[in-house]
């Protein structure tokens, strides 16, 4: 594997971990605001933050693509994963289960 491949690999597995944290927070920025106590504090903190995150994963995953030798239709899922609450998580298991069945190597587009 070489240093750019896993660099980039390394990047999509923070991505999709720091998405479904960012996610988490919201979530409980939102029971808070809508449930609990009526205050928009945490989503104000959190909104933005997971904002930033959202994107961060799906460009990651646009670039691990090439890297990781995914499919159009294992992109799409990817992409889809950013979606509901914790679905990078599930994705980038996958996609780390894939990674060690295969080497990374960058491929010609």
């Not at 499919?71 to 799409?76: C, D, E, K, L, P």
Request: net charge positive; hydrophobic share 55%; no cysteine.
């Amino acid at each position: 594997m070489s240093t750019a491949s896993s660099t980039t690999f390394r990047l999509f597995r923070l991505a999709a971990f720091a998405e479904a944290l960012s996610w988490t927070g919201l979530l409980i920025g939102m029971v808070f605001k809508y449930l609990i106590v009526e205050n928009e504090i945490g989503v104000k903190i959190f909104g933005p933050i997971h904002g930033a995150l959202f994107i961060l994963y799906v460009v990651s995953v646009l670039l691990t693509r090439p890297v990781a030798g995914w499919s159009t239709r294992a992109t799409f899922v990817g992409l889809l994963a950013s979606i509901p609450p914790l679905g990078t998580l599930v994705f980038e298991r996958w996609a780390v289960k894939k990674a060690a069945e295969q080497p990374l190597e960058p491929v010609a587009i």
